[in-house]
């Protein structure tokens, strides 16, 4: 299955579920927001996947000079839940958020599902000293009614996040003996025009200039 695979060392890639087939990738310049009155600037590189029921988004998210990501623990929208985990010698950041789709920059990728929110699970590592990101998302589409309560349904929020933790792993080679590159390298095209610049550089989060406070 096609993967993304970072530039950088230390080298990251991604394993995702068998049941999951891939259905775009691509990579765009970012313009993230910074506390400062200029926009970050960055680039993003992604695969988004599917199976019956959910889309899988992985992404790398790297930085340019001056500018670096905000803490991991920070979140581009409101969180219904938000934790912190030892990974492989790192540190994992998981929230679950609702996303409506107005504001999805992969709303597109989801022809069949028309103005329906999602429920997110987000798994982010930040390395390179904040200056990359690494990114799993794995959504399912909940109906109003849903929305309305989902804050307080946990045993519905506990099975979902579990779900999400299977959906795709973060692979990272150097960090383990039975963990390996792939075998192939390949460059993946510019964006679909699609997909929202301005959207995209909201999802993945916000920035600050290297020294600032």
Excluded at 4 to 26: H, W, Y
Excluded at 113 to 119: G, N
Excluded at 181 to 200: E, H, M, T
Aim: hydrophobic fraction near 40%.
């Amino acid at each position: 299955m096609p993967v993304l695979v970072s530039r950088a060392r230390p080298v990251v890639t991604f394993a995702p579920a068998k049941d999951m087939r891939l259905i775009a990738a691509g990579w765009c310049s970012l313009s993230p927001e910074t506390r400062l009155s200029v926009p970050g600037n960055g680039r993003l590189w992604f695969s988004a996947y599917k199976n019956d029921v959910s889309l899988l988004i992985t992404a790398l998210a790297e930085t340019e000079v001056p500018w670096l990501w905000e803490a991991a623990h920070h979140s581009s929208f409101p969180v219904l839940r938000g934790g912190a985990t030892p990974y492989k010698g790192e540190t994992l950041h998981e929230t679950l958020y609702t996303l409506t789709a107005d504001a999805d920059p992969f709303y597109p990728l989801q022809a069949a599902v028309k103005d329906t929110t999602s429920l997110v699970y987000r798994a982010k590592l930040l390395l390179n000293f904040q200056n990359m990101q690494v990114i799993v998302e794995y959504r399912e589409p909940i109906n109003q009614e849903q929305t309305r309560g989902i804050a307080y349904d946990l045993p519905y929020l506990n099975a979902f996040q579990e779900r999400g933790r299977t959906a795709c792993s973060i692979v990272l080679p150097g960090k383990s003996n039975g963990d390996v590159l792939p075998r192939r390298i390949d460059k993946i095209p510019v964006a679909d025009k699609a997909i929202s610049r301005i959207k995209l550089s909201r999802w993945t989060g916000e920035m600050q200039r290297r020294g600032s406070l």
